[in-house]
């Protein structure tokens, strides 16, 4: 049998996936159910999703959660999405640190309530050691938001002389944009229909493998995320090379 590592180096299997979780809110409607509705079932994908990135020896699943720019719907739906967010985390994060998985919140956490960044804190904190599945949850998290942090911390390194400018390089850019593990996106999986980036890892998808459905999030399961990795499979990645 092919083992996993084979497949990644084959370029048959992703290393690291991305999902734009789209989609909740139509999928509620459609049964005539509330949008919040389409939300709470949605954490099921996600634990499916996970499960099988688990199962597939995926190295690292980056899932946007909620972007900068969610914080503009209604406040009701807003906060139904945080309670949410801290109810999973705290019922999960004990079965996925028994499952070696590494948790890792990325994004502005300075929005969040004092009480959700703590939880973020100390579960990022138990998991830190753990060496199976990297899970990133990009919540209150921007592409542009990444790269103009990045921006910053490099100016005030230029402006303190820690660094010179013309050192700068896309290396050293990497080292400062948002840490979603040692390598780039492979695949980049959006539900929803929408074909389009709603500002999700902007730097880390430059060379990604996109990959679109119709389903919603909610009906998201293994045998769709299957599909996606078989399209995987069949492209062919040049990075700007020729393919001989
Ligand atoms: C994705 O589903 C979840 C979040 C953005 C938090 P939506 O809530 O965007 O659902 P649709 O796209 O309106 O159906
Ligand atoms: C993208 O979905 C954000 C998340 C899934 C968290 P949106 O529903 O917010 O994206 P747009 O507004 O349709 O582009
Ligand atoms: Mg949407």
């Known amino acids: 049998m092919t083992k996993n590592t084979d497949l990644v180096k084959q370029n048959l299997l992703p290393k690291h996936v991305g999902i734009i979780m789209d989609g909740n809110g139509r999928w509620a409607k459609k049964q005539g159910k509330d949008r919040i509705f ?3 079932c949605g954490t099921k994908s996600l634990r499916k999703a996970i499960e099988f990135a688990r199962e597939k020896s995926i190295n ?3 899932v946007f959660a909620f972007s900068t720019e969610n914080w503009q719907r209604p406040k009701k739906e807003v906060s139904v999405l ?7 985390l705290k019922t999960e994060i004990k079965k996925m ?4 998985i590494k948790l890792k919140v990325v994004g502005d956490l300075s929005n969040f309530n004092v009480g959700m960044q703590k939880k973020i804190a100390e579960s990022e904190k138990l998991t830190q050691g753990n060496t199976g599945l990297l899970l990133n949850v990009a919540a209150n998290y921007g592409g542009r938001w990444d790269i103009t942090e990045a921006t910053k911390i490099l100016l005030r390194k230029a402006l303190n002389n820690e660094i010179n400018v013309q050192d700068i390089n896309e290396n050293i850019m990497d080292g400062v944009i948002q840490q979603t593990g040692l390598v780039d996106v492979d695949l980049m999986i959006r539900t929803g229909g929408e074909t389009r980036l ?14 679109f459905t119709d389903v919603l999030w909610p009906d998201f399961d293994k045998v769709l995320f299957q599909k996606a990795l078989d399209s995987f499979a069949g492209r062919t990645r040049n990075f700007g090379k020729t393919s001989e």
Request: hydrophobic share 50%; charged share 5%; no cysteine.
């Open 38 to 40: 389409g939300h709470q």
């Open 60 to 62: 690292i699943l980056t």
């Open 82 to 88: 945080m309670n949410l967010f801290l109810i999973v």
């Open 97 to 100: 640190h028994k499952q070696n």
């Open 198 to 211: 709603s500002n999700f890892l902007l730097w880390q998808l430059a060379y990604a493998e996109l990959y």
